[in-house]
């Protein structure tokens, strides 16, 4: 398959927590603040123009044309630094960005398979829309949700998504997969519960030619440099999707079904 140009190649970068002392289990996922405002200055260095996932989405699907030379820019899960310094530093910037929100881990006394963390509230969630933030729904409870069956995934979907509706007020339309997690099952239930879109992980540049409902991002890790995100701008450093799924992973979904199987529903980290 011939490598798509640089024009079309679009940096969809996915962010954890941004904290100094994060818990050890999402450590490898967390930047430091001095990290995460060089890679934003690394972003507006690129000329590159930030859009939230629904204007990418809406172009895959035949919606309107995106502005040169976009970057998508994502927060997974919903951590205390979110509402706050994040989503601030963000806007000082005019940088439009997307949060994908555990509701289970957000709502004490509902639980989650996220391990402890300091997260935001879900009633923080409109002050994320105020600072330029789309919301989208990022499971219940954070499950592998290629290993569940059809009523518990039916459940993670519409639950969490019908939850930041009610907090919002308004339709929230767009889905991530815990740990990028999906099957074509899992996307075909993502359509039916109606979202317009779903992110995977994939580790690879998005594209004009990337599915909808599998979205292709960049994972950025505390090891990574601000020159391995120049380089994402530039639409270099990763492969670029749409791409068939490896035999590896498709042998992983196999085994992490088995083991669900026996075992239960489990935290993948």
Known sequence: MTRPPESARVPV?????VMDDPPAWIAEFTVTPRQFTAQLDA???AGRTAVPVGALAGRLTGGAPLPPRPVVLTFDDGFADLPGPTAEAL?????????YLTTGALTPGSGSLL????MMTLAQAP????LG???GAHTVTHPQLDTLRAPQLDRELRESKAVLEDVLGHEVAHLA????????????AARRAGYASAVAVRHALSSGADEPYRIARLIVRR???VADVTAWLAGEGARVAPFPDSAATVGWRLYRRARAAARGPRFAG
């Not at 970068?13 to 927590?17: E, R, S, T, W």
């Not at 806007?91 to 949060?99: D, H, K, N």
């Open 13 to 17: 970068l996915l962010y954890h927590a």
């Open 133 to 135: 933030m789309e919301i």
């Open 91 to 99: 806007a000082e910037r005019a940088l439009p960005a997307t949060a």
């Open 177 to 188: 997969y815990p740990h990028g997690y999906n099957s074509r099952a899992v996307r075909r």
């Open 115 to 118: 391990p402890p963390a300091p």
């Open 43 to 45: 972003v507006t260095a």
């Open 127 to 130: 002050a994320l829309e105020r």
């Open 223 to 225: 090891s990574h440099t």
